[in-house]
Structures are given as C-alpha cells and as structure tokens.
C-alpha cells in the first residue's frame, strides 16, 4: 500500500472526517501537546492586532489551540479537506476566526499580496508531496520578523522512537482505521511518519528554505521522541 498523493489524501481525509475527533480524544495528551506548540510561538498580547494562519487545520484542534494561545489575534484556518473543515466550522467560533477551503500547495498564489506575523502547521509537512515548496510558500506570506510554529510527528532518529510509533499504530491508529473504513488513509499516516524527515533533517530543511533561528522542542508523554515542536522565524525580530 503507497502513500497518498495529495489529491487523494484530501478525499481521505472527507471520508474519515464523521470520525476523525473520536481518534484524537483516544490520543492522551494531544491537546496539551497542540497547545504547548502554539504557545511557543510566544506572540506578544494575546495577539492582539495580529493575523495568524493555521495551515492544514482538520477539524479544528490546532486553530482551538491557537485561539487559546493568542485569543485576540485573527486568525484564518485553511485545509485542503472539505469534509474537515465542515467538522471544524461546526464549532463555536469567535468572529475573528475563519475558515477557508485551501490546500496548502496552493497558498502563495491563494493569497497574493496577504501577509501573516504567524503561521503555525500541525501535522501537515510530512504529508503533503513537496514540503520544499509548501514551506517557500509559507515563508513568501510570513512578514518579516514573522514566526512559523511546526507541531509535526518528526521521530528523533533513535530505532526505539521508530518501533514505539510503529507499535502504536499497530495497536490502535491502523485498528481504529479498520473498524471505520479508513485503513488506507491510517496506514499512510503510519508510513508517513517513517518515510518523513528525522527533527534535526526537519529543521535542516527548514534552514535550507531561508528561515532563521531555527528552534526544536521535544514534547511530553509517550510522543516525546516522536514529536516535536519546531520554531523559526523570517529574518530577526
């Protein structure tokens, strides 16, 4: 079974939509974990006059974290799956957070002469064809002295990390695939972490893409080693 392109990952995440929440409620500590990575981006007075874009938002989580670490900032969250974003839209929103049907691979263009003071990405680089071009992108609508925060599952290198995520996948993420009717959309997600950068190639190619000081953060509980929070910026503030 081969990785999904992006197209096809974008239907595959409408399909598993209904269900995908049940799966992340199963997963202990993912909301604390979203919301340490949004709050590393320590955007100053609660974001206050701020327009921050979360990019790849599914159903939400990751733009709930956001609104708690910056709740007066704007901010605009796009995916590229119609079924994620109804999920997300779904929720009780304040006015100053939208939603936008849009898959990152075609941001640059979508937004022209918009320009953001921070962008945050859950989960999103390792799936995505070309994370090169996706992170151009992100750094072309970044303002200067603009932040880019990264929650992404970038495993530390270490054989143990790499069978601790294979066995939880093993054991809960590709059965729960099964009992929905998503298996193919959850063994890419498994197969996308093992094919996917290390943390430090991560943040090598994020410094090869011209962003500057370039940050990991491990996070807590069973995910450390297997995520990370990554921080970087455009230019120097």
């Known amino acids: 079974m081969t990785l999904l392109r992006d197209d096809d990952l ?3 995440f409408d399909r598993a ?20 990575s949004a709050r590393r ?38 995916d590229a799956s119609s079924g994620m974003l109804d999920r997300a839209r779904a929720k ?22 918009e320009s953001y003071d921070a962008v945050f990405a859950a989960y999103l680089f390792r799936n995505v064809t070309d994370p090169d071009a996706v992170l151009t992108s992100v750094r072309a609508v970044l303002r200067e002295g ?4 990264v929650h992404e599952y970038s495993l530390s290198g270490s054989a143990a990390h790499r069978a601790l995520w294979t066995a939880v996948c093993g054991g809960v993420i590709l059965p729960f695939g099964t009992l929905t009717g998503d ?11 093992l094919d996917f950068d290390t943390a430090p190639a991560f943040a090598a190619r994020l410094a090869r893409t011209g962003f500057t ?10 995910q ?9 910026g455009r230019g120097e503030r």
């Not at 603009?146 to 925060?149: A, D, E, H, N, Y």
């Not at 063994?187 to 972490?193: F, I």
């Not at 000081?213 to 069973?222: C, E, I, K, N, Q």
């Not at 450390?224 to 970087?232: K, P, Q």
């Open 10 to 12: 974008a239907t595959a």
């Open 17 to 36: 939509a209904l269900t995908y929440d049940r799966l992340t409620a199963a997963n202990p500590g993912y909301h604390t974990d979203l919301r340490r």
């Open 41 to 78: 981006l320590r955007l100053p007075d609660g974001g206050a006059g701020l327009r921050v874009l979360d990019l790849g938002c599914g159903t939400g989580s990751s733009t709930r974290a956001l609104l708690e670490a910056a709740p007066h900032a704007r901010i605009t969250a796009v």
């Open 92 to 113: 009780q929103w304040p006015d100053r957070v939208t939603f936008r049907h849009l898959p990152a691979e075609e941001l640059a263009d979508a937004v022209g002469e």
């Open 146 to 149: 603009g932040r880019l925060g």
């Open 183 to 193: 298996r193919e959309l959850y063994h890419h997600l498994w197969r996308s972490v």
């Open 213 to 222: 000081s370039v940050r990991t953060l491990p996070v807590a509980g069973w």
């Open 224 to 232: 450390t080693g297997v995520a990370h929070t990554f921080l970087a």
